[in-house]
């Protein structure tokens, strides 16, 4: 009984993640929602539980920012940046103070970071759709997560096609890149370190 409110929301949102990505299919990386397998492969690749300040950019309908949230600290604090307003009001709805949910672009995150004086994120987190974006705007997005992220922080982007891994090399090295098989469709995890300036 106490499990069918959850299974409730998670069906729904997985329809409004299906009816987004049928309606902008180059904002959305995939047609369904996370695996439980591939969000844990990612909150370790982040090492979100050891983060103060993590920021999560295309959330979707809020399945990785949940389970971010399970594993973060109690004193920590989630950002999370979504461009979809249906999606950014799905994840706003998530009851956790310690969560920050913005409308707007995933490019001004040096802006919206600054704005809310929650410091420098030790951990990025990614689930937008590289390939599909305009390659400028790709690079835009990187060259920000570089300048902002803190010393020894880390960036992780969950991508069906590898093309972030060629856009990201300029700004942030070259990642460590891992399979999530586990998934519909199959994931790449890719992981940068920042080294220290």
């Known amino acids: 009984m106490s499990t069918q409110p959850s299974l409730r929301k ?21 047609i369904i929602p996370s695996s439980a397998f591939l969000e844990q492969r990612v909150i370790s690749a982040a090492d979100i539980g050891s983060a103060r300040f993590v920021v999560e950019l295309g959330p979707g309908t809020g399945g990785m920012t949940q389970a971010m949230l399970q594993a973060m600290a109690p004193q920590a604090r989630l950002l999370s940046i979504e461009i979809n307003p249906l999606f950014h009001e799905q994840v706003s709805r998530i009851q956790d103070d310690r969560l920050v949910a913005h409308l707007g672009s995933a490019a001004d995150i040096r802006q919206i970071a600054a704005s809310y004086g929650l410091g420098v994120p030790d951990a990025i987190v990614s689930g ?34 590898p093309r972030v891994g060629a856009l990201g090399q300029p700004f942030l090295g070259t990642p460590e890149i891992a399979m999530e098989f586990l998934n519909i469709p199959p994931m790449r995890v890719f992981r940068w370190s920042k080294a220290p300036a």
């Open 10 to 30: 998670r069906t729904n949102g997985h329809l409004l993640f299906a009816q987004q990505f049928l309606r902008h299919p180059l904002q959305i990386g995939s």
């Open 128 to 161: 937008i759709p590289f390939s599909t974006m305009d390659q400028k705007v790709g690079a835009q997005i990187l060259a920000e997560v570089a300048d902002v992220l803190a010393d020894a922080g880390r960036f992780v982007a969950y991508q069906f096609n």
